[in-house]
């Protein structure tokens, strides 16, 4: 009896263990709970190894759907995705690639965990929007969000769920070959649109199969790099660091940005991957972030190459100590943070961080509860390429064309009775167009130049290549080869020009001349293109300059010979249809130059929101002692702002009203020439004097309008301490009194100005 009862009391007890274990796996996967309670359970179940596993993203390694054999690297990366040591991957796309990696996550692993599946969904998937650059020269900040809406909508149709985007880096230097994937020079532009693309990216809820996470990069200074040089070294001060480009990172996170990336550059001395710094004091202190940060690709292992780290163990416990949570492609977390841990060397409180912030994020973006939600086939199918993403990515391209230049009044085209030459490589270029960051776009999907002007039937076109831009295929990974020798077009293309009553001229860079690892020191038209610009001009100079390029070019002679420049980027898939219909006047071009243009690219970095000096204006006649060229003007040749339109606008009745310690500035607008168009007001301000010297101009607000001829509008704007005050140098926030200049106007050379003081 006594063993009965035993017997019976043993199995009570077993049976109570047992229950509470199915209740408690349910805890995680109990879509009821908290995500946070969630989380805390799934921690407590997991090993130590594989909460590292979670902080270990690999690239795409073998072909998940076909038979192709798994070695070396790939072996590695398949094993340990089987034994649940991989947390995310990058470069997996399509829904049948995204499934397979999916399903060994989720039903081979011994918890089960899903992936977190990356991609660089820079400006669109298959269909593109135009590049990143482009984008903010429409300056309007709806259609933006509306096209990173448009990229999460495809993305997420293909099993795609993060996007590495937005990169908010501002960049002053065009030399730079990335300055195409940001917003470009200005910190508040920047702010803006990085929250517009945040947003748009990430919606309002992360649950929806339609919204993906987004990314802010590159943490931080990455625009930064000395003389342009991709992946140079950073020396920026607390004053420029904090002003400059601290703010669009932090309007990320007001945007609820989930993710960060930390970048190849070192940042005073410390790289930025192993930046205590700027990980764990600024973004997670400071801002309370409490998304991730991913390290940019192997650039926890960069760090021994930057001379920081002594070895992949070493910089493994760097990067870690400083904040990163996520390694891409380094091989660092997986293979040397046990080590670490158990040696002491890294606290464990430190992995539970970093494993819960990426947990929490796949919780949000409900993978646990459908690992497969982003695996629909129907749904791939139906998206990709679907009329909704097309007519979003041409609306969004008519609106990132800056018209620099219209002396004739050559533009717009006559519809009718026209005999039009086209000339220039890119015209006919279906490639180009789609830029350098377009994996999954095909080659040849743009519609190119030529193909848009053929929509308008009236006009004979009569086209001639000039010469070749580039030599054989250029790709994402190679360097472009540029023809400098064949001038066998250039009489063909003389001869077209000679008859035409407009000619045409296409030209500027190839899609994969700018981009990563793309640098440039020439910033001219490359190739022989500037050359043949001057050959057709001595046959006939009413031409219209149609510019595709990734960064500001150096534009001297053209803008002093070439009547009508309209510079138009690269526009991404609906490039010509945007170009023919601001060519021939169906659409009014409003957009506005986020960068500055230079005379010479001796004058980089240039920018409009440059200090004054002590020495800023000419002494005396002939004195050389004041800060300027001796060969160059000092001033843009485009500068930031500019943008002109097939109307004409005109402003007057500034006024400035202080309520409490509020400006209120008013302006009147109006539309002074024959046909209907949008204007991009722009307000800057000049803290005349402070602690820490202020530029000459800072944006501080802008208002596009739109106006019938003749039509007339006030607009409005406020100055309040978060326009009026700057970060001094021990990183605070300060307001300081003193006078305030302000300057309203179509672009930041205007001289409509008014000022106001703040008293003590
Ligand atoms: C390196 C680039 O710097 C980064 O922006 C990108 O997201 C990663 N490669 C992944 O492709």
Redesign the pocket.
């Known amino acids: 009896m006594k063993n009965f009862i035993k017997l019976i009391s043993t199995f009570l007890v077993l049976l109570s263990v047992f229950s509470c274990q199915e209740k408690d796996q349910l805890i995680y996967k109990n879509q009821e709970l908290s995500i946070d309670e969630r989380v805390d359970d799934l921690m407590s179940r997991m090993t130590l190894e594989e909460k590292i596993g979670q902080m270990n993203q690999y690239n795409g390694f073998w072909n998940v759907t076909g038979p192709s054999p798994i070695q070396g690297d790939a072996a590695k990366k398949y094993k340990d995705l089987r034994k649940g040591y991989v947390g995310s991957m990058?470069?997996v796309r399509g829904v049948d690639e995204v499934k397979a990696v999916q399903k060994i996550a989720v039903e081979e692993t011994r918890l089960g965990i899903p992936l977190i599946i990356g991609f660089?969904v820079i400006h669109g998937y298959e269909t593109l929007s135009p590049i990143p650059l482009a984008e903010a020269a429409s300056w309007d900040l709806k259609a933006i969000k509306k096209s990173a809406e448009m990229a999460a909508l495809e993305a997420s149709a293909v099993g795609i769920n993060w996007t590495?985007a937005p990169?908010v880096d501002v960049s002053r230097d065009a030399r730079w070959g990335r300055v195409m994937e940001g917003a470009g020079e200005d910190t508040y532009l920047g702010s803006k649109i990085a929250y517009a693309r945040v947003k748009g990216f990430q919606g309002d809820d992360l649950s929806k199969e339609n919204t993906i996470v987004a990314c802010a990069?590159?943490f931080a200074g990455y625009g930064f790099a000395e003389s342009g040089r991709d992946y140079n070294t950073v020396d920026v001060g607390t004053s420029t660091l904090y002003n400059i480009i601290f703010p669009p990172f932090q309007a990320s996170i007001d945007a609820g940005v989930k993710t960060f990336?930390n970048s190849?550059n070192e940042l005073n001395g410390v790289p930025a991957t192993g930046n205590k710094f700027l990980q764990r004091d600024v973004l997670k202190r400071d801002w309370n972030f409490d998304g991730f940060v991913v390290s940019?690709?192997g650039s926890i292992a960069e760090m021994i190459a930057h001379g920081h780290a002594k070895n992949l163990n070493h910089a493994a416990e760097i990067a870690i100590n400083a904040g990163s949570d996520m390694d891409?492609e380094s091989y660092a977390y997986v293979d040397e943070l046990t080590k670490l841990v158990k040696e002491g060397k890294v606290k464990e409180a430190l992995i539970d961080d970093a494993t819960k912030r990426i947990l929490k994020v796949k919780f949000e973006l409900g993978l646990f509860d459908d690992p497969y939600k982003y695996c629909n086939k129907e749904r791939e199918e139906k998206v990709l390429g679907s009329k909704e993403v097309m007519d979003a990515s041409l609306d969004m391209a008519k609106k990132s064309i800056v018209l620099l230049k219209n002396n004739r009044n050559i533009l717009p085209l006559k519809k009718e009775g026209q005999n039009i030459a086209v000339i220039g490589a890119l015209a006919s270029d279906k490639t180009s167009p789609l830029g350098s960051w377009r994996i999954a776009a095909k080659d040849s999907t743009a519609v190119s130049v030529l193909e848009g002007l053929s929509a308008y039937k009236q006009n004979k076109i009569t086209y001639a290549k000039g010469t070749e831009l580039v030599l054989g295929t250029p790709d994402f990974t190679t360097e472009v080869k540029i023809n400098t020798t064949d001038r066998s077009g250039f009489a063909e293309a003389k001869s077209v020009a000679k008859n035409a009553d407009v000619v045409i001229m296409v030209l500027g860079e190839h899609g994969f001349q700018s981009g990563?690892g793309r640098s440039r020191t020439e910033l001219g038209l490359p190739g022989l293109q500037q050359e043949l610009l001057e050959e057709v001009y001595k046959v006939n100079s009413n031409i219209v300059l149609v510019l595709n390029n990734g960064r500001p070019l150096t534009l001297g002679w053209a803008d002093a010979h070439i009547p009508s420049i309209l510079e138009c980027w690269q526009l991404g898939t609906q490039s010509g249809n945007a170009i023919a219909q601001v060519l021939y006047g169906d659409y009014n071009p409003s957009g506005k130059l986020p960068m500055s243009f230079p005379r010479n690219v001796g004058q980089l970095p240039l920018y409009y929101n440059y200090k004054n000096t002590g020495r800023p204006t000419l002494p005396g006649k002939d004195i050389v002692f004041w800060s300027h060229y001796q060969d160059e003007k000092n001033s843009a040749l485009y500068p930031f702002g500019h943008g002109l339109s097939y109307t004409q606008f005109a402003y007057e009745n500034l006024k400035v009203k202080q309520e409490g310690d509020k400006f209120f500035v008013k302006i009147d607008v109006k539309n002074i020439g024959k046909v209907k168009g949008k204007e991009v007001v722009q307000i800057y301000i000049q803290d005349v004097f402070a602690s820490v010297t202020r530029p000459v101009k800072e944006l501080k607000g802008f208002e596009m309008v739109s106006l019938l001829p003749n039509e007339e509008k006030t607009i409005k704007f406020t100055l309040s301490d978060k326009e009026l005050g700057f970060y001094n140098n021990q990183g605070n926030f300060v307001v300081e009194p003193g006078k305030f200049k302000v300057f309203i106007g179509g672009s930041s050379k205007t001289v409509i100005e008014t000022s106001f003081e703040i008293y003590e």
Do not use: G, R, T
């Open positions: 990058l470069n660089d590495f990169m990069k590159h990336m190849f940019d690709w891409m990563e």
